[in-house]
C-alpha cells in the first residue's frame, strides 16, 4: 500500500508539474500573442501615419496617387482584419485612424476624432504675382491650378533715373518659362501700357493665345506688327459679358471703368471658387461712352460667394470718390470759350476718352485739330477706326499744315505729359520739336497728373515752357485731369459690392497696399484673411484655407534698344561710374617678346577733366604710367593681365590723391614684334 501511495504521488507530482508548465507555456503564449497584436496595432497606426504625413505634404495629385492610396488603405485593412480581432474605421487619410472596435462592435477612442474630409484634399490655386507689387506699373498676375496655368496682364514699368539708357523695364518670366507647358493664355484687363507693354516680348518666349476686348486687342495688334509678330500670334476678340472656358478655368469679362475705353474686371472661375480681378477701374455713373460698369452682375457673384478679390490699389491713399471724366470736359469747355491763343493739351496716349473731349470743344469752339507723337496718333488711329471716338469730317489736319491758320483756329494734342525726355512736348519746351515751336501766343495744358516719380521732370518741361512766354494750366490751377482710379469710397464700395473671403490688394506700392488692406479690414474682412503681397511669392488658397508659401523666380528685365536682358547690374554700375567720374583710357605698344615698351603711354580722357586745361595733371598721369611699365619690365611681368591690373592699381591710388575723384581705369595693351619688323 505505501508503495502503491508513494508511486500514487509521484504521478500525481508529475501531473501537476505538467499542468503547470502547460498553464506556464499558454500564459507565455497569450502573453506573446497579445503583444504581437499590439505591437502589429502600432506599427499599422505608424504606417498610417507616415503614409498620412507623406501624402498631405502633396498639394497636387493625380489619377495614380489616389488609386495608390486606395490601395494603401485596402492592404492596411485586410492585415487588420487578418491579424486581430478589431475592426478599423477609416476618416481621412489625413487624419488616419479614428476609433476601433472589437467583435462585439464596442468601440474604443483610440485618436480623437477630427474633421470628417475626403480621403484626398482638392489641390490647392497658386496665385503668383510677378510684377505690380510694391511698385507702380510692370503688372503680371500668374493662375495655376495642377498643370493649367493662365496669365493676367502683362505690362512693362518705365525705368528709373538710376537706370542710365534702359528704354523700358518687364518682369522677368523665368517662372513661366520653366513651366511653359503648362501656361495656356494671356487674358488681358484693359489697354494701357503697364498692363499690355511687355506682352510682344512674351510672346517670343511663350506663344499663346491672348484673350480681350476689341479696343485693347487693337492697340495690342499695332505693337506686334512693330515686333513682327502679327503673324504668328492668336487675337481672340471677348465681349464684356462672355466667359472664356479653359479646362481648370472659366474666365468671365465683365464691363468696368477706367480712364481707357473697353475696360474689364475678370471673374476666373476655378475648383477652388471664384476669384474677381478688378482691373483698373474707378466708379463712374456717367462716363464718356455711356456704360458704367456692371454693378448688377458684380453684387450677384458677391452674393453666390467670392473666394478671394483682387483690387486696384494706386489710389487707396486718396479719401473720398474720383471726379467723373465728365467733369474734365466741362472745364474744358470753359478754357476754350475764352481763349485766343493756340491751345496746346498733353495727356495719356491711351486717354481716349479725354481726347474725345478735347476734339468735343474744339468742335464746338471751331478750332481744328492736330495731332503729336507716334503713340498717340496709333492709339488715335486704332480708336477712330474701331468706333470707339467720333471725329466729325475736316476737324483733324496734318501736323505740317498747322502754320497756315491762326492761334485762335488751332488745338494741337500731344504726347510728354509726364516730362518725358523723347517726347513730343519735352523737345518743344527745348525748341528742338521740327514741327511746333512755343510762343507767347501758346496756352498749354497738363491734363495729367504726375506718376510719381515723375514730378522733376514734369517741373522742369513747366519751367521750359514758361521761359519760352507760354500760359501753363496743371491740374492744381484747374480740373483739367480726373483720375482713372478708385479713391477709398469707391474701394470700400467693392468690397462690400463683392464680399470676398480672402482679400489680396495689387497694383501699388507697399504702403497703398497697406492702407487698401485696412480698408477691407474696416468693411468686415477678417485680418487675418487680407494678404500683403510681393512679387514671386506663392499665394497658395483652397475652399477653406489660403496662406503665402513658398518663392518663385522675379524681378526685372532691362530692355535697352534691341537688346533684352543683356544690360544687368554690372552694366549700369558701370554706366553710372562713367557718368559720375568719366574715363581714363591708357594705351600702350609693348615688344612681343619681351614686354619692353615701344611707343606710349598715351592717356585719353572722356567726362573726367578738360584736357586742355589740365594738361599738367596728364603728363604727371602719363609719367606715372610709364614708370609702373618700366617696373613690371624689371620683374619680368610677362602676364598681360597683370600688368593691366598693376597699371590700373597704381593710376587709381595717384588720381584719386590728386583729385579726390574715381574714373574708370582702362588700360590697352598692344603687342608687336621687332623681330619681323625689322626683317
Known amino acids: 500500500m505505501e508503495e502503491e501511495k508513494k508511486v500514487g504521488t509521484s504521478v500525481d507530482s508529475r501531473t501537476d508539474v505538467k499542468d503547470a508548465k502547460k498553464r506556464n507555456f499558454s500564459d507565455r503564449k497569450n502573453s506573446v500573442k497579445k503583444y504581437a497584436k499590439t505591437d502589429m496595432k502600432r506599427k499599422i497606426r505608424k504606417d498610417i501615419k507616415t503614409n498620412v504625413n507623406v501624402r498631405s505634404e502633396k498639394t497636387e495629385s493625380d489619377e495614380l496617387e489616389i488609386n495608390q492610396n486606395l490601395e494603401l488603405e485596402k492592404d492596411i485593412k485586410d492585415k487588420l482584419t487578418k491579424n486581430s480581432n478589431i475592426d478599423i474605421e477609416f476618416s481621412n487619410i489625413e487624419t488616419g485612424l479614428v476609433s476601433v472596435g472589437d467583435k462585439h462592435n464596442k468601440l474604443v477612442e483610440v485618436k480623437k476624432k477630427e474633421k470628417k474630409l475626403s480621403i484626398f484634399e482638392k489641390p490647392k490655386l497658386k496665385i503668383i504675382p510677378l510684377g505690380g507689387m510694391n511698385e507702380i506699373g ?58 499690355i507693354g511687355a506682352i510682344p516680348y512674351f510672346l517670343k518666349k511663350i506663344n499663346v493665345p491672348v484673350y480681350g476686348t476689341k479696343l485693347t486687342l487693337g492697340i495690342i495688334k499695332n505693337k506686334l506688327i512693330e515686333h513682327n509678330l502679327e503673324k504668328t500670334t492668336t487675337l481672340k476678340c471677348v465681349k464684356a459679358g462672355e466667359t472664356v472656358k479653359f479646362s481648370k478655368f ?127 496718333l496709333n492709339v488715335l488711329s486704332v480708336s477712330h477706326e474701331l468706333g470707339y471716338i467720333n471725329i466729325p469730317e475736316g476737324t483733324l489736319i496734318d501736323i505740317d499744315k498747322i502754320n497756315i491758320y491762326n492761334p485762335e483756329q488751332l488745338v494741337i494734342i500731344t504726347t510728354g505729359s509726364q516730362g518725358e525726355p523723347m517726347a513730343a512736348l519735352s523737345r518743344m519746351s527745348v525748341g528742338e520739336h521740327k514741327k511746333v515751336q512755343i510762343t507767347a501766343d501758346d496756352l498749354v495744358i497738363f491734363s495729367s497728373s504726375p506718376i510719381p516719380g515723375n514730378e522733376k521732370s514734369v517741373g522742369r518741361v513747366i519751367d521750359e515752357l514758361e521761359k519760352l512766354g507760354a500760359e501753363i494750366i496743371y491740374n492744381q490751377l484747374a480740373d483739367v485731369h480726373v483720375s482713372g482710379h478708385a479713391c477709398q469710397e469707391e474701394l470700400k464700395l467693392m468690397l462690400l459690392l463683392t464680399k470676398p473671403k480672402y482679400f489680396m490688394p495689387v497694383h501699388g506700392e507697399y504702403r497703398f497696399l497697406k492702407q487698401h488692406g485696412e480698408l477691407a479690414v474696416s468693411t468686415g474682412t477678417p485680418k487675418e484673411n487680407v494678404f500683403i503681397m510681393e512679387n514671386g511669392r506663392v499665394l497658395e488658397i483652397g475652399e477653406n484655407s489660403a496662406k503665402m508659401t513658398t518663392q518663385v523666380p522675379s524681378g526685372i528685365v532691362l530692355v535697352d534698344g534691341l ?78 593681365s597683370n600688368i593691366k591690373a598693376a597699371l590700373r592699381e597704381t593710376l587709381i591710388r595717384f588720381v584719386y590723391n590728386k583729385t579726390k575723384r574715381q574714373p574708370m581705369i582702362l588700360p590697352i595693351l598692344m603687342d608687336v614684334d621687332l623681330n619681323k619688323l625689322s626683317e
Open 250 to 376: 472659366k474666365v468671365e469679362f465683365i464691363k468696368m471703368t477706367h480712364s481707357i475705353a473697353d475696360s474689364v474686371a475678370f471673374a476666373i472661375t476655378t475648383p477652388v471658387g471664384v476669384v474677381f480681378h478688378t482691373g483698373d477701374f474707378k466708379v463712374d455713373y456717367t462716363p464718356i461712352d455711356g456704360e458704367p460698369m456692371d454693378f448688377q452682375r458684380i453684387a450677384e457673384l458677391g452674393k453666390k460667394g467670392i473666394l478671394l478679390l483682387m483690387s486696384d490699389s494706386t489710389n487707396a491713399l486718396r479719401p473720398g470718390y474720383t471726379m467723373s471724366e465728365r467733369t474734365v470736359g466741362k472745364e474744358f469747355d470753359k478754357i476754350f470759350s475764352n481763349c485766343t491763343k493756340r491751345i496746346i493739351v498733353a495727356t495719356f496716349a491711351s486717354n481716349i476718352h479725354r481726347m474725345q473731349q478735347i476734339i468735343d470743344s474744339a468742335v464746338k469752339y471751331k478750332r481744328k485739330v492736330a495731332v503729336v507723337g507716334r503713340s498717340m
Open 563 to 640: 537688346g533684352v536682358g543683356d544690360v544687368g547690374n554690372i552694366v549700369i554700375r558701370d554706366r553710372q561710374l562713367l557718368s559720375e567720374n568719366g574715363m581714363i583710357i591708357v594705351v600702350v605698344t609693348l615688344d612681343k617678346r619681351t614686354t619692353k615698351v615701344i611707343s606710349g603711354p598715351d592717356i585719353v580722357t572722356r567726362g573726367f577733366v578738360y584736357v586742355r586745361e589740365s594738361e599738367g595733371l596728364m603728363d604727371e598721369i602719363k609719367e606715372v604710367a610709364k614708370r609702373e611699365l618700366d617696373k613690371c619690365f624689371r620683374e619680368d611681368v610677362k602676364e598681360w
Open 138 to 195: 510692370k503688372n503680371l498676375t500668374v493662375f495655376e491650378y495642377e498643370n493649367e496655368i493662365i496669365v493676367v496682364d502683362c505690362g512693362l514699368a518705365f525705368p528709373e533715373d538710376e537706370m542710365l539708357g534702359v528704354d523700358l523695364v518687364i518682369p522677368d518670366i523665368t517662372y513661366l518659362e520653366r513651366n511653359r507647358s503648362k501656361v495656356k493664355a494671356l487674358v488681358i484687363t484693359h489697354g494701357h501700357e503697364d498692363h
